[in-house]
């Protein structure tokens, strides 16, 4: 099993930056892929970031520019850094990681951002 969690998060003016983190334990060989989703009040989850082993990565279009996932597989931590933050991206933020083996996805905890206008 791999067990991860968030911190970072918090109540930021618009236009500033937080940093993510999302510290994973736990069989961390089987992590393939990992990735950020936020989901805000009465909205879908959505898709924030994601980076392949290889370090591949996607964004939408929503974040492209403004926002960075990365990942220090020395410390087995995943990071999101977020620039020129907006209203728009208050949500909590929660980091998965894609597994090789059942139960073939982890979730962490989730952490809250708060963007003020």
């Known amino acids: 099993q791999v067990q991860l969690v968030e911190s970072g998060g918090g109540l930021v003016q618009s236009g500033g930056s937080l940093r993510l983190s999302c510290a994973a334990s736990?069989?961390?060989?089987?992590?393939?892929?990992m990735g950020w989703y936020r989901q805000a009040p009465g909205k879908q989850p959505e898709l924030v970031a994601t980076i392949t082993s290889g370090g591949a990565t996607n964004y939408p279009d929503s974040v492209k520019g403004r926002f960075t996932i990365s990942r220090d597989n020395g410390k087995n931590t995943l990071y999101l850094q977020m620039n020129s933050l907006k209203p728009e991206d208050t949500a909590v933020y929660y980091c998965?990681?894609?597994?090789?083996?059942?139960?073939?996805?982890?979730w962490g905890q989730g952490t809250q951002v708060t963007v003020s206008s």
């Open positions: 998965n990681a894609v597994l090789k083996n059942w139960p073939f996805i982890s």
């Open positions: 736990g069989t961390i060989f089987s992590i393939n892929g």
